[in-house]
């Protein structure tokens, strides 16, 4: 059915098995009653469970936290997304208009949440490989060939990853580093590290790991990062906020490399 029976059928009419509020009486989230069967889900398992219909286990939510904590959580101004939460504060505007707008902006290309979706999309098809006793040589060089990345390994500014062994140690202490995908991208580097490519893992590419140990779908890794980078967004944006108005990294014009003309009449 398509065009206006479509919309016909649709008025004052949402099919959804979601979940539902029934005023004055409960709340209904992927078929369960929140205040007698998800009351006592932490905050982070009811947005898990909200994502995948699944509750993870105390285990699994502390990694899960510990991915955020550790990987993206930086109250670094200078970062892509945080310098959006820092201008924002400092042409002093709201915190929500600034967080919304540095999450906006963490869906980057390069290193904001496209590359983790094809970071967890290539460590599972690595995995296929790897368990069939493929080549992941033959799987570098052709994502090299077809994408000139290896999604998950390397980093642009420095060659080590100073997030790996403090996620490393988190993951073990919580006894989920036996997965076949965490064993498979150690393999990937290692492979790495003996070619002409010479990149190790980055963390992009352990948590991509670590998360398809544990159940997670592409699609579901995406929602699941959309408010990963939040805990250092505001903190930048508080610090901004702080400042004197219209002071963060404010540049002079003859630093701008300008080639429009010279001279305007208006």
């Not at 078929?31 to 995948?52: A, H, P, Q, R, V």
Request: with cysteine.
């Amino acid at each position: 059915m398509t065009g206006p029976d479509t919309l016909k059928l649709a008025e004052d009419n949402w099919q959804t098995t979601m979940g539902a509020w029934f005023p004055g009486e409960r709340v209904v989230l992927h078929g369960k009653d929140l205040f007698t069967e998800l009351n006592e889900l932490s905050w982070f398992k009811y947005l898990m469970f909200g994502i995948t219909g699944k509750v993870f286990s105390n285990e699994e939510i502390s990694l899960i936290e510990a991915i955020w904590t550790l990987t993206v959580s930086y109250p670094e101004p200078r970062l892509w997304n945080n310098r959006v939460a820092s201008l924002t504060g400092t042409a002093r505007s709201t915190g929500a208009l600034a967080t919304s707008a540095a999450i906006a902006a963490s869906e980057a290309s390069i290193y904001g949440n496209q590359i983790n979706i094809i970071a967890i999309d290539f460590i599972k098809r690595a995995a296929i490989i790897d368990n069939a006793k493929g080549s992941l040589i033959d799987l570098v060089k052709a994502e090299m060939k077809k994408n000139r990345i290896v999604p998950g390994y390397g980093r642009p500014i420095v060659q080590n990853d100073e997030r790996i062994q403090p996620l490393i140690d988190a993951a073990n202490k919580l006894n989920l580093t036996g997965g076949a995908h965490f064993k498979t991208a150690q393999r990937v580097e290692k492979t790495l590290l003996e070619s002409r490519y010479r990149m190790v893992m980055n963390a992009s590419g352990l948590a991509a790991a670590l998360m398809a140990d544990i159940g997670i779908s592409n699609r579901q890794y995406y929602y699941y990062t959309i408010l990963a980078f939040s805990a250092g967004i505001i903190p930048c944006y508080i610090d901004a906020v702080k400042q004197k108005e219209g002071t963060f990294f404010p540049l002079k014009c003859d630093r701008l490399n300008y080639t429009g003309h010279k001279t305007r009449n208006w």
